[in-house]
């Protein structure tokens, strides 16, 4: 297979995708290795730019997307009527911005570092696809843990999370776990109090 076929199956898989394909998995379907894949998407990526087409495919961590190109949005939103989605309220960006950073973590956790109850700001983020559900935490209530997801990176322009700015932690700064155990000694506690 050349490379002219490769990039065409690349062209096709994400096409029909419409949504992040992995490079190893479209290495499995087209039988070349993954590293192949990562340097034949990479021509793509550079062709679909110089050529001002309008179309681009994107990176995501290890997976790429065919999206429409940027400078393109304004004829896309006339041609589909679509609204642009709504602005994120200030809450949601800080929820947000606390789970992104400090991935995976619990709602205590985001709670415990904004001040306030963040069950409606979090379910808010889930319905827009912007945060999901990455297991439990191995404590006693095994709360959820959150964390971003890709349409968080392309939401947001990155390629991976490397990508955030870094910030600088507050002195003292404790991890999710270390709120998560302080609140399960507390419930024991209080547990303890009232028999």
Known sequence: MDAEDIRRGIEAILFAAGEPVGAERMALAIGVSAETIHQEVKVLQDELSFGRRGIRIITLEDAYQMVSAAEQSELITRALETRKPPRL???????????????????????????????????????????????????????????????????????????????DLPKGHISAEQVEMQLSMEEVAEGGEQA
Do not use: H, M
């Open 89 to 167: 309220s200030a809450s949601a960006l800080e929820t947000l911005t606390v789970i992104a950073y400090y991935q995976p973590t619990t709602k205590a956790f985001v709670e415990q570092i904004r001040g306030v109850d963040s069950s409606y700001t979090i379910g808010v983020l889930l319905n827009k696809k912007l945060i999901e559900e990455q297991g439990r935490l191995s404590v006693p209530g095994r709360p959820i843990l959150y964390g971003t997801t890709p349409d968080f990176l392309r939401t947001f322009g990155l390629s991976t999370l490397d990508d955030l700015p870094e910030v």
